[in-house]
């Protein structure tokens, strides 16, 4: 009996054996390693940075260098260790990648926080399953990560972000923005310049300063929030299912209303001309002598027209 009772653990101890432990429960240790460079870079120069696995933190100082530090992961400390980091240095620009091992492990990875020159270009980061931070710096510029939130504070320049599983915040952006999320909300505040902004299951809150460009908001269950300046006289797409659409329109914007609901209701603080039938689910008219077209579209909420700022 005893010797029977032993071959179960036996063939479970070879099973074991035969796997990668940190992949089996999950329950790994990281092993890591601290890295740093510092390069002189002039202001104007290009800066991209592409990783896995970790996040990107950028901000902006008055020197002349480039400040590159970070921490690179594994699942055992040679892993770490032999993790690889390429820097590109050319004339006008530089380029910073941790390189994915051709057999790859889970568990590996790295993190970069740089110092840059105030007027640096923020030419392209990219990451994977890592948040995405910049302060101050020069567009245009394009961010992309995959599970991991994307804030962008004060960049002057066009501004083209996308990530998935991740909220999106813009704070004092002065440029064009285009946004793309997926289960996570975007919030915008102080963008002077168009927004194009789609999520799928989260909202979208924008407080713009400045734009003479249409601004589209689309989602499907999250609500739609937008405030427009004081002399927007562009037009509006939002679209949402499941949800709220408010929009705050400045008191003297002349523009032709399409609002449509199916089972909420609409209100408008603008008086209007309208055009054909009016009821609780669909509007269609013209507010001050009509112009670009404010088209409001959701199926399962309310819809406000408001004056001024909120």
């Not at 390693?33 to 120069?45: E, K, L, T």
């Not at 408010?246 to 609002?259: C, D, E, Q, Y």
Request: hydrophobic share 35%; glycine share 10%.
């Amino acid at each position: 009996m005893r010797a029977l009772l032993v071959l179960p653990v036996l063939a479970a101890m070879m099973t074991l054996a035969g796997c990668d432990i940190d992949d089996f429960d999950g329950n790994w240790q990281h092993f890591s390693r601290d890295f740093h460079y510092s390069y002189p870079c002039a202001p104007g120069s290009r800066i991209s940075v592409e990783t896995f696995n970790g996040s990107v933190e950028i901000s902006s100082w008055d020197e002349n260098n480039v400040e590159i530090s970070g921490t690179k992961y594994g699942p055992t400390q040679a892993a770490a260790d032999n993790l690889r980091i390429d820097i590109d240095r050319s004339t006008g620009s530089v380029a910073i990648r941790a390189v994915r091992p051709v057999e790859r492990r889970n568990n590996q990875g790295a993190r970069f926080v740089l110092k840059v020159p105030r007027a640096a270009v923020l030419e392209r980061i990219t990451a994977s399953n890592g948040a995405i931070h910049t302060a101050d710096g020069v567009g245009p510029s394009h961010f992309r990560t995959s599970n991991g939130s994307v804030r962008v504070e004060r960049l002057h320049g066009r501004l083209d972000a996308e990530t998935s599983n991740g909220p999106i915040d813009l704070v004092d952006v002065e440029g064009d923005a285009l946004l793309r999320t997926s289960n996570g909300n975007v919030d915008v505040r102080g963008l002077r310049g168009s927004l194009d902004s789609t999520t799928s299951n989260s909202a979208i809150r924008a407080e713009i300063d400045r734009t003479s460009s249409d601004v589209r908001a689309t989602t499907n269950n999250g609500s739609i929030d937008l405030e427009l300046p004081a002399d927007f006289a562009a037009g509006i797409r939002a679209h949402t299912s499941n949800s709220s659409i408010t929009v705050h329109l400045p008191p003297s914007m002349s523009a032709h209303v399409i609002a449509s609901t199916n089972n909420d209701s609409i209100s408008s603080e603008f008086e209007m001309t309208v055009h054909g039938e009016i009821s609780k689910t669909h509007l269609e008219g013209d507010i001050g002598k009509g112009g670009p077209l404010v088209d409001l579209d959701t199926s399962n909420g309310g819809i406000r027209i408001l004056k001024g700022a909120r």
